[in-house]
Nanobody
Framework: VQLQASGGGLVQPRGSLTLSCAAS????????MRWYRQAPGKQRELVAA???????NYADSVKGRFTISRDNVKNTVYLQMNSLKAEDTAVYLC?????????????WGQGTLVTVSS
């Protein structure tokens, strides 16, 4: 099983960017799918999460600006980021709890860098 993240890049303040993370391999089903981020010198923080049932949570710092969604057919999670700020600059990592037969295992994507700067 692999998670492949994409969509990062350089964007100006108040700009928008959409991240994608696709899971591939012998997947029975996917429970929670999440986006984390880690800025230089800071701890990794949970940005947004969506369950298989559609329940969604956001970090307070991104509420109203970021939108998480998932496509269960494509096994892909998205993060639409609007009104980006310099403090959103970080490596964004996706995570998924994947059901493999009878057990659930967590997987991380490789991370994609988002830089917000003029």
């Amino acid at each position: 099983v692999q998670l492949q993240a994409s969509g990062g890049g350089l964007v100006q303040p108040r700009g928008s960017l959409t991240l994608s993370c696709a899971a591939s391999g012998s997947i029975f089903s996917i429970n929670s799918m999440r986006w984390y981020r880690q800025a230089p010198g800071k701890q990794r923080e949970l940005v947004a999460a969506v369950t298989s049932g559609g329940s969604i949570n956001y970090a307070d710092s991104v509420k109203g600006r970021f939108t998480i969604s998932r496509d269960n057919v494509k096994n892909t999670v998205y993060l639409q980021m609007n009104s980006l700020k310099a403090e959103d600059t970080a490596v964004y990592l996706c995570y998924a709890d994947i059901l493999l037969g009878v057990r659930v295992q967590g997987y991380w994507g490789q991370g994609t860098l988002v830089t917000v700067s003029s």
